[in-house]
Nanobody
Framework: QVQLVESGGGLVQAGGSLRLSCAAS????????MGWYRQAPGKQRESVAQISSGGSTTYADSVKGRFTISRDNAKNTVYLQMNSLKPEDTAVYYC?????????WGQGTQVTVSS
């Protein structure tokens, strides 16, 4: 079955950096688009960054120039490098992939940015 396992979250001061990882299993990883989403308390889950199977990337306007999504097909892993973090980046970050209309999610990893 599809399994996505995130890691790398934590507490960081504003201006700091974190790198999130998502290890995937149960899928032919190199063929799948992958994404990172986040959900802050009291807010809807939102897309942060997406990467296609071919490596094309898209970003939410709020993170452009600060976050970088990448993938390592040999390790079945997608990354989110987050620089210049802001308190408003505080959220639970989720890894995602899709099969048709079905979304698969990891368990999430908490990112907290202190001011």
């Amino acid at each position: 079955q599809v399994q996505l396992v995130e890691s790398g979250g934590g507490l960081v001061q504003a201006g700091g950096s974190l790198r999130l990882s998502c290890a995937a299993s149960g899928i032919t990883f190199s063929f799948k688009a992958m994404g990172w989403y986040r959900q802050a308390p009291g807010k809807q889950r939102e897309s942060v960054a997406q990467i296609s199977s071919g490596g094309s990337t898209t970003y939410a306007d709020s993170v452009k120039g600060r976050f970088t999504i990448s993938r390592d097909n040999a390790k079945n892993t997608v990354y989110l490098q987050m620089n210049s973090l802001k308190p408003e980046d505080t959220a639970v970050y989720y890894c995602n992939t899709k099969f048709g209309w079905v979304d698969y999610w990891g368990q999430g990893t908490q990112v907290t940015v202190s001011s």
